[in-house]
T-cell receptor, first 116, second 115 residues
Framework: SAVISQKPSRDICQRGTSLTIQCQVD?????MFWYRQQPGQSLTLIAT?????????ESGFVIDKFPISRPNLTFSTLTVSNMSPEDSSIYLC?????????????FGPGTRLTVL | AQSVTQLGSHVSVSEGALVLLRCNYS??????LFWYVQYPNQGLQLLLK??????LVKGINGFEAEFKKSETSFHLTKPSAHMSDAAEYFC?????????????FGDGTTLTVKP
């Protein structure tokens, strides 16, 4: 299994500013994933972060808006840049971990962001 | 490409009644299928998963789901609802292998349990 922690757990920010969210895993993992859950909606994958290479973004998400760092196998950051109220969401970090041919997916507790 | 459709954004049952939450998926490859539960202001918790093998999967809290390939369905059931089951439930699908973490989620179903 994998235990994931995120910082901050929540924040209230002003529009036009940026927030960096940290994700720490208790074991080394190859890939880390960032998801967004907008109010009352489901989860949407933002990007996949591999250590030592640039993140891969899903359709509708761009690096300038959501830059990601992956400095080692247990840590990643997601920055929400130039925020607007539409960025108010829960941002979740996720990893896969496992043996025997199946990787189970684990989610962090999320960072609840409110943009005023 | 994958997709998940959860039929019914809100389901209401009486305490002790059967819970049935519907999920249909589409996937071009053999899928992994999941049900997650999210309580208010909390993170996602895995209820159960289907990867390979037995198509009837049992999870935590008395929930189970059956993978029906012919119907592309993975409906979640519980014989007797409890008040503590009130939450948001998400069905998800992912590929196997290196894409296992790239899950596609349904829109969610809010389960209300009436006393």
């Amino acid at each position: 299994s994998a235990v994931i922690s995120q910082k901050p757990s929540r924040d209230i920010c002003q529009r036009g500013t940026s927030l960096t969210i940290q994700c720490q895993v208790d074991s080394q993992v190859t890939m880390m994933f960032w998801y967004r859950q907008q109010p009352g909606q489901s989860l949407t994958l933002i990007a996949t972060a591999n250590q030592g290479s640039e993140a891969t973004y899903e359709s509708g998400f761009v690096i300038d808006k959501f830059p990601i760092s992956r400095p080692n196998l247990t840590f990643s950051t997601l920055t929400v840049s130039n925020m607007s109220p539409e960025d108010s969401s829960i941002y979740l970090c996720s990893v896969t971990s496992g043996t025997g041919g199946y990787d189970e997916q684990f989610f962090g507790p999320g960072t609840r962001l409110t943009v005023l | 490409a994958q997709s998940v459709t959860q039929l019914g954004s809100h389901v209401s049952v009486s305490e002790g009644a059967l819970v049935l939450l519907r999920c249909n998926y589409s996937s071009s490859v053999p899928p992994y299928l999941f049900w997650y539960v999210q309580y208010p202001n909390q993170g996602l918790q895995l209820l159960l998963k289907y990867t390979t093998g037995a198509t009837l999967v049992k999870g935590i809290n008395g929930f189970e789901a059956e993978f029906k390939k012919s119907e592309t369905s993975f409906h979640l059931t519980k014989p007797s609802a409890h008040m503590s089951d009130a939450a948001e439930y998400f069905c998800a699908v992912s590929d196997q292998g290196t894409n296992a973490g790239k899950s596609t989620f349904g829109d969610g179903t809010t389960l209300t349990v009436k006393p």
